[in-house]
């Protein structure tokens, strides 16, 4: 079975079932547990978004913490005054109340007021042959606020440059959320328990592009 869940809902949210199809325990994180509430809302307006579209997911039951011990203002961020827990974590349901984890909301770019979620470019680029992993960030942009980057792993034994990665997009996806950067990579910045380090990709992005002026970074 497959459990999602945070430290602060003590921990688990939803979670999938033995009798579940094999379709729905590999590609959900199932369903709410007993006693819990989860609602799915958009980040901008907080109202609640309908089956199948994207929303920031929001839980509430007896086993949401209090709050952070002497944190205040971040216990009054993490949970609102009807004592709705805001996960940050991008999700969709289905009709049957399956849900599927999309993105993180912190990892979200706005290019030129658009709203570019990685993990649905980082998905799209999947399909690509020769590629074996992906890892898609924003960038500052001084025109667009941020650019969208893609960092690729290619499969071994394979090759391919910028322009094969950004050919494969067109047509497919919608022109602002084809990466601008591409970078080739062996690896990914990690923590020391496996999670890639999307903020030190980003550090490392600027110094290597030169984005010092976008980033509002004085240089000497």
Same mark, same amino acid.
């Not at 869940?5 to 199932?30: C, F, K, M, Y």
């Not at 199948?52 to 086993?63: A, D, I, P």
């Not at 970074?217 to 000497?220: L, N, Q, Y």
């Given at each position: 079975?497959?459990?999602y869940?945070?430290?602060?809902? +003590? ?8 009798? @579940? ?5 590999? +590609?959900?994180?199932?369903t ?7 609602k799915? $809302?958009?980040p901008?307006t ?14 509430? +039951?007896?086993?949401v ?9 971040? +216990?009054?961020?993490?949970? @609102? ?14 009709? @049957? ?14 290019r030129?007021?658009?709203? $570019?979620?990685? !993990?649905e470019i980082? /998905? ?8 074996? @992993? ?8 001084? !025109? ?8 690729v ?11 094969e990665?950004?050919?494969?997009? =067109? ?7 084809i990466? !601008? ?6 690896e ?6 496996? =999670? ?10 600027? /110094? ?7 980033a509002g970074? /004085?240089?000497?």
């Open positions: 079975t497959i459990a869940g945070q430290t602060e809902a +003590s921990p688990v949210i939803t979670l999938t079932r033995t009798e @579940d199809t094999l379709e729905r325990r590999v +590609s959900t994180v199932g709410a547990l007993p006693n819990v509430e989860i799915l $809302v958009d901008e907080g109202e609640a978004t309908p089956v199948g579209e994207q929303g920031e997911l929001l839980t509430r +039951s007896f086993m913490m209090k709050g952070y011990y002497n944190l205040p203002e971040a +216990s009054a961020a993490a949970i @609102d005054k009807d004592g709705w827990l805001h996960t940050g974590d991008l999700a969709t349901v289905d009709d @049957d109340g399956y849900y599927r984890i999309t993105g993180r909301l912190k990892d979200m770019i706005i030129g007021g658009e709203n $570019v979620y990685p !993990r980082e /998905e799209f680029l999947y399909t690509h042959p020769k590629i074996a @992993d992906v890892q898609v960030i924003g960038v500052p942009d001084e !025109r667009f606020v941020e650019e969208v980057m893609a960092w792993m290619l499969k071994p034994g394979e090759t391919a440059d910028e322009d990665i950004r050919d494969f997009c =067109k047509g497919k996806i919608a022109h602002y959320k990466p !601008r950067y591409i970078k080739m990579t062996t990914f910045p990690m923590t020391v328990t496996g =999670k890639v380090q999307k903020f030190r990709m980003r550090e490392m992005a600027i /110094e290597e592009l030169g984005l010092h002026k976008a970074i /004085e240089t000497a």
